[in-house]
């Protein structure tokens, strides 16, 4: 059964970086989308950042372009978001979420990531 987990997360001071990582295990990936999303305190999901599986494909939310990279490592099954001069208002809960196919199973296969907080402080 694949399953998604995350890690990075953490508190940082405005001006800093994170980078997050969503990392895939239990089956062998396909061809998919994984994206980066976040929910604040109080607000909705919101989309952040997108992928193909080829990596030939990214895709940024507007509010955060120029400020955020997305790419993945096939080789540890791993896609990473890199947070850069981060602000109050990127404090959230950070989510990843595979759509896609696993070798094996028919069908496309939706999973979501149990999420990673990031805390933006002074």
């Known amino acids: 059964q694949l399953q998604l987990v995350e890690s990075g997360g953490g508190l940082v001071e405005p001006g800093g970086s994170l980078t997050l990582s969503c990392a895939a295990s239990?089956?062998?990936?396909?061809?998919?989308?994984i994206g980066w999303l976040r929910q604040a305190p109080g607000k909705e999901r919101e989309g952040v950042s997108c992928?193909?599986?080829?990596?030939?494909?990214?895709g940024y939310a507007d509010s955060l372009e120029g400020r955020i990279n997305v790419f993945r490592d096939k080789a540890k099954n791993t896609v990473y978001l890199q947070m850069n001069k981060l602000k109050l208002e990127d404090t959230a809960v950070y989510y990843c979420?595979?759509?896609?196919?696993?070798?094996?199973?028919?069908?496309?296969?939706?999973?979501w990531g149990q999420g990673t907080l990031v805390t933006v402080s002074s």
């Open positions: 979420h595979f759509l896609g196919e696993v070798v094996g199973r028919l069908g496309h296969l939706e999973v």
């Open positions: 239990g089956a062998t990936l396909d061809r998919y989308y």
């Open positions: 992928i193909s599986s080829s990596g030939g494909w990214t």
